[in-house]
């Protein structure tokens, strides 16, 4: 069993920039393929971004690609976000989501497996 919790999150005004952290406990992350999904009031849960286990490849959703880096250390059991630039339409709860399978790029969320509770982003003037 994996226990992911987010934190980082936060109210900050467009053009801003927050780290949003995902520790682990109960398993070590290093063989586990981490995403990061969002779901803003009255929308469908939407990828992220996601990091795989092995090589630390990562893919992004176009509407944050050259904004949001995901990361990973796997000796501290903890996968980031870092967002820049943020925009109003990034408001949303961030969930972290573990995906067994060490290799793979899924933006799928019913390959993943384990969630955490997530962290509000909120961004406004």
């Known amino acids: 069993q994996v226990q992911l919790v987010e934190s980082g999150g936060g109210l900050v005004q467009p053009g801003g920039s927050l780290r949003l952290s995902c520790a682990a406990s109960?398993?070590?992350?290093?063989?586990?393929?981490m995403a990061w999904f969002r779901q803003a009031p009255g929308k469908e849960r939407e990828f992220v971004a996601v990091?795989?286990?092995?090589?630390?490849?990562?893919k992004y959703a176009d509407s944050v690609k050259g904004r949001f880096t995901i990361s990973r250390d796997n000796a501290k059991n903890t996968v980031y976000l870092q967002t820049n630039n943020l925009k109003a339409e990034d408001t949303a709860v961030y969930y972290c989501?573990?995906?067994?399978?060490?290799?793979?790029?899924?933006?799928?969320?019913?390959?993943?497996?384990?969630w955490g509770q997530g962290t509000q982003v909120t961004v406004s003037s």
């Open positions: 990091i795989t286990a092995s090589d630390s490849s990562t």
């Open positions: 109960g398993r070590a992350l290093s063989t586990y393929t």
């Open positions: 989501a573990s995906n067994p399978l060490p290799n793979t790029l899924s933006n799928d969320p019913t390959y993943y497996n384990y």
